[in-house]
């Protein structure tokens, strides 16, 4: 026996022997699944396999890359090099430039990309005479997409009465039109996009069975990585070629299904031993990865979902520490409290800033972490995506604050003349923009007065351009009356930014939503902080001033490495840190309040849950706040209830709230004082109505900063403990002034000493 079947564990030892037949191999979290493809394809190319009679599937060209370089270093790289291994779109591929004759394409089709697919659907919307507004390219393409992962033609698409009910439901009955289009045009042009080439491997093999014959004799043996991340076609197209010698071996977690939203369907491996009759099941139960107490905690977790291949993962690791369980009263004390703990473990343990992740359910929540961690010097970075203020949504918002602030402002005006879409093109403005050149004067004084500087347009355009004009005038207009919340959430409203992001449910336009909104939240709280700190009167310039240095600390890259990780927790998927902090445990934000009462979409959140906690090698925190800043105000929020699924004997939970807690001077550690009625957060918190000309569809609203309870000077006293909405629990160190003017120097248990001005503080006391 090779020397690196001895290196294998007896579970995968048996997994890589077993050749025979159809093979499930069931690889819990951190237990060496990757090393069990790898030598599994040594081992058949070491026992009569030829390298080309091999196809293994994997979702990443990574996964592929690293996989064959681990099998050249067992077997050759001439060996290995043979070896058709890739994603499914890539191995289809070929599959397809080789048959393309026998579909009615040429060898040289082209691949259209997302962008070219929006293109061609944005053309045929229009030549249909349909408003792009209601079939938007981008949920047009995601339906089609969707028909075309599920095996469903342009005619099966037309006669499916469900579909057409669902897109009458969304208001947009012609997709099943527009799909049979598109599809046409595919054909005419000789292109197919990513879908199609799953779908057309499919047909190939459904109809034209010599080719199909061909394949099956070619690939002798099929490997598919991730099999629990696989879509009704990826199922099929495997089905369709292992249907004979039924030689074929899967891998996969169906703990780890978390990607339905992008067609996954988990009953492909849970189904499986049905799917193929006298399947062989394996299952690798030892995580190599985390410590015993965060594989135990992991599994009292998941045995909550009904619908699972058991398995009893285990670890020989260390025990390790209890998950640490952490209440913050707001979501601006979780980011401190976050930032806290990783500064005293890279004292107490010496760890390196890469040794941290910060795992969130939405991309909206890494912005209080994001400024958390500059306020204190930490480096980071966002995984798989942009810090918050680069994020397109968030500076096509930042560039109307500008223009309003500066409407001399060039380059914020290119970015928002015709956004959200206005019907003015880009030769309008380049007749502004030579104008403009021409005169040495901005483009917003050409827009003012079209006529002194010559500008030569229809009466359409001009219409155009004056209601554009009057949107921003209106905004200056306000700019220096209202606070910087006030004005950016008219903004935001009346510009239609929150209509355009609103129109459809799409994970896209869901994580725009949810990001202008946490950027409606930042400013809230913005001018909250400014008033307690005694300026009472901030403008959007001064929001702007802050996000400026902001976004220029976004820009340094160097040293990429030594870096914290923030990152949603889909995005963590494969990767492990030696300490994982998985903020937001509140219900509605994970579990998503769009899972509902529906058990499956519930028991994929908890495959998520259980995802985040396993990336954790060493320590494993897990933190929610009372009180969260959503939607354009102040919630209350209840502990998730996936934390009551984890076996309490593996958490440190946090202490009785109704305990308060004085901060020790020297240590800022709190100690037991006196038994106080549990602290709630001012519930007075001002609504105020959208105007009427606002977006209904909207679900920002305005609420008034200072109208939350105020301290009253002279009753609070140094010494006095008091609960601050944001900043939780704090002791008085001093008061000065007098009146308005009246101050208080408090050290808070996690965002340290700050200054408050009483009368815009908001706070009570509390002992």
Same mark, same amino acid.
């Not at 579909?103 to 293109?119: P, V």
């Not at 099929?236 to 992008?262: P, T």
């Not at 209440?327 to 976050?338: L, P, R, T």
């Not at 040794?355 to 972490?369: E, G, I, K, W």
């Given at each position: 026996?090779?020397?690196?079947?001895?290196?294998?564990?007896?579970?995968?030892?048996?997994?890589?022997?077993?050749?025979?037949?159809?093979?499930?191999?069931? &690889?819990?979290?951190?237990?060496?699944?990757?090393?069990?493809?790898?030598?599994?394809?040594?081992?058949?190319?070491?026992?009569?396999?030829?390298?080309?009679?091999?196809?293994?599937?994997?979702?990443?060209?990574? &996964?592929?890359?690293?996989?064959?370089?681990?099998?050249?270093?067992?077997?050759?790289?001439?060996?290995?090099?043979?070896?058709?291994?890739?994603?499914?779109?890539?191995?289809?591929?070929?599959?397809?430039?080789?048959?393309?004759?026998?579909?009615? $394409?040429?060898?040289?089709?082209?691949?259209?990309?997302?962008?070219?697919?929006?293109?061609?659907?944005? !053309?045929?919307?229009?030549?249909?005479?349909?408003?792009?507004?209601?079939?938007?390219?981008?949920?047009?393409?995601?339906?089609?997409?969707?028909?075309?992962?599920?095996?469903?033609?342009?005619?099966?698409?037309?006669?499916?009465?469900?579909?057409?009910?669902?897109?009458?439901?969304?208001?947009?009955?012609?997709?099943?039109?527009?799909?049979?289009?598109?599809?046409?045009?595919?054909?005419?042009?000789?292109?197919?996009?990513?879908?199609?080439?799953?779908?057309?491997?499919?047909?190939?093999?459904?109809?034209?069975?010599?080719?199909?014959?061909?394949?099956?004799?070619?690939?002798?043996?099929?490997?598919?990585?991730?099999?629990?991340?696989?879509?009704?076609?990826?199922?099929?197209?495997?089905?369709?070629?292992?249907?004979?010698?039924?030689?074929?071996?899967?891998?996969?977690?169906?703990?780890?299904?978390?990607?339905?939203?992008?067609?996954?369907?988990?009953?492909?491996?849970?189904?499986?031993?049905?799917?193929?009759?006298?399947?062989?099941?394996?299952?690798?139960?030892?995580?190599?990865?985390?410590?015993?107490?965060?594989?135990?905690?992991?599994?009292?977790?998941?045995?909550?979902?009904?619908?699972?291949?058991?398995?009893?993962?285990?670890?020989?690791?260390?025990?390790?520490?209890?998950?640490?369980?952490?209440? &913050?009263?707001?979501?601006?004390?979780?980011?401190?409290?976050?930032?806290?703990?990783?500064?005293?473990?890279?004292?107490?343990?010496?760890?390196?800033?890469?040794?941290?992740?910060?795992?969130?359910?939405?991309?909206?929540?890494?912005?209080?972490?994001?400024?958390?961690?500059?306020?204190?010097?930490?480096?980071?970075?966002?995984?798989?995506?942009?810090?918050?203020?680069?994020?397109?949504?968030?500076?096509?918002?930042?560039?109307? $604050?500008?223009?309003?602030?500066?409407?001399?402002?060039?380059?914020?005006?290119?970015?928002?003349?015709?956004?959200?879409?206005?019907?003015?093109?880009?030769?309008?403005?380049?007749?502004?923009?030579?104008?403009?050149?021409?005169?040495?004067?901005?483009?917003?004084?050409?827009?003012?007065?079209?006529?002194?500087?010559?500008?030569?347009?229809?009466?359409?355009?001009?219409?155009?351009?004056?209601? *554009?004009?009057?949107?921003?005038?209106? *905004?200056?207009?306000?700019?220096?009356?209202?606070?910087?919340?006030?004005?950016?959430?008219?903004?935001?409203?009346?510009?239609?930014?929150?209509?355009?992001?609103?129109?459809?449910?799409?994970?896209?336009?869901?994580?725009?939503?949810?990001?202008?909104?946490?950027?409606?939240?930042?400013?809230?709280?913005?001018?909250?902080?400014?008033?307690?700190?005694?300026?009472?009167?901030?403008?959007?310039?001064?929001?702007?001033?802050?996000?400026?240095?902001?976004?220029?600390?976004?820009?340094?890259?160097?040293?990429?490495?030594?870096?914290?990780?923030?990152?949603?927790?889909?995005?963590?998927?494969?990767?492990?840190?030696?300490?994982?902090?998985?903020?937001?445990?509140?219900?509605?934000?994970?579990?998503?309040?769009?899972?509902?009462?529906?058990?499956?979409?519930?028991?994929?959140?908890?495959?998520?849950?259980?995802?985040?906690?396993?990336?954790?090698?060493?320590?494993?925190?897990? !933190?929610?706040?009372?009180?969260?800043?959503?939607?354009?105000?102040?919630?209350?929020?209840?502990?998730?209830?996936?934390?009551?699924?984890?076996?309490?004997?593996?958490?440190?939970?946090?202490?009785?709230?109704?305990?308060?807690?004085?901060?020790?001077?020297?240590?800022?550690?709190?100690?037991?004082?006196?038994?106080?009625?549990?602290?709630?957060?001012?519930?007075?918190?001002?609504?105020?109505?959208?105007? &009427?000309?606002?977006?209904?569809?909207?679900?920002?609203?305005?609420?008034?900063?200072?109208?939350?309870?105020?301290?009253?000077?002279?009753?609070?006293?140094?010494?006095?403990?008091?609960?601050?909405?944001?900043?939780?629990?704090?002791?008085?160190?001093?008061?000065?002034?007098?009146?308005?003017?009246?101050?208080?120097?408090?050290?808070?248990?996690?965002?340290?000493?700050?200054?408050?001005?009483?009368?815009?503080?908001?706070?009570?006391?509390?002992?």
């Amino acid at each position: 026996m090779s020397d690196y079947i001895q290196e294998l564990n007896e579970g995968q030892r048996e997994a890589v022997l077993y050749n025979d037949g159809p093979s499930l191999v069931i &690889a819990g979290a951190g237990s060496g699944k990757t090393r069990v493809l790898t030598y599994k394809i040594a081992y058949l190319l070491e026992n009569g396999y030829q390298p080309w009679n091999i196809l293994a599937l994997t979702f990443t060209n990574k &996964a592929a890359r690293e996989m064959k370089e681990r099998i050249a270093r067992q077997v050759g790289a001439d060996r290995a090099r043979h070896l058709w291994m890739g994603t499914f779109h890539s191995m289809f591929l070929r599959i397809l430039h080789a048959e393309a004759g026998q579909l009615g $394409f040429t060898s040289q089709f082209t691949i259209y990309d997302t962008a070219d697919s929006k293109s061609l659907l944005r !053309s045929i919307i229009k030549e249909m005479g349909l408003d792009e507004k209601t079939y938007k390219p981008g949920t047009v393409q995601a339906r089609i997409s969707n028909a075309k992962n599920h095996l469903v033609s342009p005619a099966g698409y037309a006669n499916n009465k469900e579909a057409y009910e669902g897109d009458c439901a969304a208001k947009m009955p012609a997709v099943r039109d527009i799909y049979r289009r598109y599809w046409e045009r595919c054909r005419q042009a000789d292109a197919m996009d990513f879908d199609d080439l799953l779908f057309y491997t499919f047909l190939l093999f459904r109809d034209h069975p010599e080719v199909l014959a061909h394949y099956q004799e070619l690939f002798r043996y099929i490997l598919v990585d991730e099999y629990q991340d696989t879509n009704f076609a990826q199922h099929s197209i495997v089905l369709q070629l292992a249907k004979n010698h039924q030689h074929v071996c899967v891998v996969g977690d169906d703990a780890q299904s978390i990607y339905s939203f992008r067609g996954a369907d988990i009953d492909n491996i849970l189904y499986f031993t049905k799917v193929y009759p006298g399947t062989k099941v394996f299952k690798l139960e030892q995580n190599y990865r985390s410590t015993q107490t965060i594989v135990r905690a992991a599994n009292s977790l998941i045995e909550k979902n009904q619908r699972q291949i058991h398995k009893e993962v285990f670890s020989e690791k260390e025990k390790g520490e209890s998950i640490g369980v952490y209440q &913050a009263y707001s979501d601006v004390e979780e980011g401190d409290i976050v930032v806290n703990k990783i500064a005293e473990l890279r004292r107490r343990e010496h760890y390196a800033y890469a040794d941290f992740a910060v795992l969130y359910r939405t991309n909206a929540q890494s912005r209080v972490f994001e400024e958390a961690m500059r306020k204190r010097g930490m480096p980071y970075r966002i995984y798989g995506g942009l810090s918050f203020y680069q994020r397109k949504e968030i500076k096509d918002v930042i560039a109307y $604050f500008r223009l309003v602030v500066n409407p001399n402002d060039e380059e914020a005006f290119k970015r928002i003349i015709n956004y959200p879409a206005r019907g003015i093109g880009d030769t309008t403005v380049g007749k502004i923009i030579a104008a403009a050149t021409e005169n040495n004067v901005s483009l917003w004084t050409v827009l003012c007065e079209p006529l002194t500087y010559g500008l030569n347009l229809n009466k359409g355009t001009v219409g155009k351009l004056q209601g *554009f004009r009057d949107l921003i005038s209106g *905004f200056i207009a306000g700019v220096t009356e209202k606070s910087a919340y006030e004005t950016g959430t008219e903004i935001i409203r009346q510009s239609g930014i929150i209509n355009d992001v609103c129109q459809d449910n799409s994970p896209e336009n869901l994580s725009r939503k949810e990001n202008i909104e946490e950027l409606v939240n930042g400013m809230s709280d913005f001018c909250a902080r400014r008033q307690e700190e005694g300026n009472p009167n901030i403008l959007l310039g001064d929001f702007l001033s802050e996000v400026s240095l902001l976004t220029d600390q976004d820009s340094d890259k160097d040293g990429d490495d030594e870096k914290i990780t923030l990152m949603t927790v889909h995005s963590a998927k494969g990767l492990e840190f030696k300490n994982v902090f998985v903020v937001g445990m509140e219900e509605n934000l994970f579990p998503s309040g769009m899972a509902g009462n529906s058990a499956r979409a519930l028991e994929e959140e908890r495959r998520l849950f259980y995802v985040a906690i396993t990336r954790a090698e060493e320590h494993c925190f897990l !933190s929610f706040a009372k009180t969260r800043f959503r939607y354009g105000k102040m919630e209350f929020g209840s502990p998730s209830r996936f934390l009551k699924d984890i076996d309490a004997r593996f958490l440190h939970l946090p202490q009785d709230a109704v305990v308060s807690r004085r901060i020790d001077a020297e240590a800022g550690a709190f100690r037991p004082r006196q038994q106080i009625i549990s602290p709630t957060v001012p519930r007075n918190l001002k609504r105020v109505t959208p105007s &009427a000309g606002s977006s209904s569809s909207s679900s920002l609203s305005s609420s008034s900063v200072s109208s939350s309870s105020k301290a009253v000077p002279g009753i609070v006293q140094p010494g006095q403990l008091i609960e601050h909405e944001r900043f939780g629990l704090g002791e008085v160190l001093k008061v000065e002034g007098e009146g308005d003017n009246a101050k208080a120097t408090i050290r808070f248990k996690n965002a340290g000493d700050k200054q408050l001005l009483l009368r815009f503080a908001r706070f009570k006391v509390i002992g």
